[in-house]
């Protein structure tokens, strides 16, 4: 079925009326890396007036909450902690609270500080940040599993290494009992003019290299759904799922049962978005920008 377009002041109105809780995807959909998309604060602002509830759910585990809020308020959209849920936050409170990590093991971890902010946050030790040096042949063989390893964890990493990717095999290797875990597996990251390499291509260089399978967490899968769903206790029939990918976004909003509203901002295909085996009813499509002529 395809998407209902919404185009029209009335279409919006009744549209915005039949939720209380918008899910908002970050990248793609409120801005591409550091520019907000056009009109979207004005949007938000007006969800809020209207007494919306809005959660920020987004695959990109580059930035803890504290440091999105910052994000967020550079971007001239007010935004709490508590409404924020990235794939590392997803990560930490899955080892924690599901997986009862052993706090005396340590996680190396593949990604960058929000990952190991929020790792932290939850008393578990990271190793890895640093191990950008330079390696040859010859310092290869100073690369060795480490006993205190008890989980890999795999998420955007601008700073990858092969130092980095070398000890995350090793481990993962080594030692079968060491957790491979990844923060999400998307294929490519939104930048704004172009997409680049995302999460899943970086970790589909260890899942190749080691042949094993990670326990992904970001949308669409069930770890941070069931998260999401529990933290929030969201009622699926008066919550819109809003992002800009069928294949992470969307996807997760129908596993939870949630309306969809696909945006296009440049980044989701028209044509894709509308494809034949789009989902379900309770599907929507728009450029979010244009909601700001409600007020
Ligand atoms: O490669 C990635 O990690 C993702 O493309 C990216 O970060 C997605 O973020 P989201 O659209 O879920 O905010
Ligand atoms: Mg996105």
């Known amino acids: ?84 849920f990235s794939s590392a936050y997803a990560t930490a409170v899955y080892l924690h609270d599901v997986l009862k990590f052993d706090p005396s093991k340590k996680v190396y971890v593949i990604g960058g500080s929000g990952i190991r902010h929020e790792l932290e946050e939850v008393g578990i030790t990271t190793l890895g940040h640093d191990d950008l040096g330079q390696v040859s042949l010859a310092t290869l063989k100073e690369i060795e599993p480490n006993a205190e390893v008890g989980a890999v964890i795999c998420g955007i990493d601008y700073d990858i290494s092969y130092r980095k990717l070398a000890n995350a095999h090793v481990n993962l290797v080594e030692n079968p009992d060491c957790l491979f875990i990844a923060t999400n597996d998307d294929r490519t990251l939104p930048g704004g003019k172009h997409m680049y390499p995302g ?25 941070m759904l069931e998260c999401v769903l529990k933290k929030f206790s969201l009622e699926p029939a008066r919550t819109c799922m809003v992002g800009d990918r069928l294949d992470t976004d969307i996807l997760f909003g129908i596993k939870g049962g949630l309306s969809t509203l696909c945006v296009l901002t440049g980044v989701a295909d028209e044509a894709a978005v509308c494809s034949p085996e789009s989902p379900q009813a309770n599907y929507y499509m728009a450029s979010l920008g244009d909601l700001s002529v409600i007020q």
């Not at 409120?30 to 969800?47: A, F, K, Q, R």
């Not at 504290?66 to 971007?75: H, R």
């Not at 999460?199 to 770890?223: A, E, H, I």
């Open 1 to 84: 079925m395809a998407p209902t377009r919404l185009s029209t002041r009335s279409e919006y109105e009744s549209f915005v009326d039949r939720y209380d809780t918008f899910l908002f995807d970050c990248d793609g959909v409120i801005w591409h890396g550091s520019t907000v998309v056009n009109n979207v604060p004005e949007v938000l602002d007006m969800l809020r007036s209207r007494g919306k509830r809005l959660v920020f759910v987004t695959n990109n585990s580059a930035t803890s909450r504290k440091d999105y809020v910052k994000k967020f308020t550079s971007l001239g959209i007010q935004a709490s902690v508590e409404e924020i």
């Open 199 to 223: 999460t899943g291509s970086l970790l589909n260089t260890l899942v190749y290299s080691t042949q094993r399978t990670p326990l992904v967490m970001g949308k669409p899968n069930t770890p």
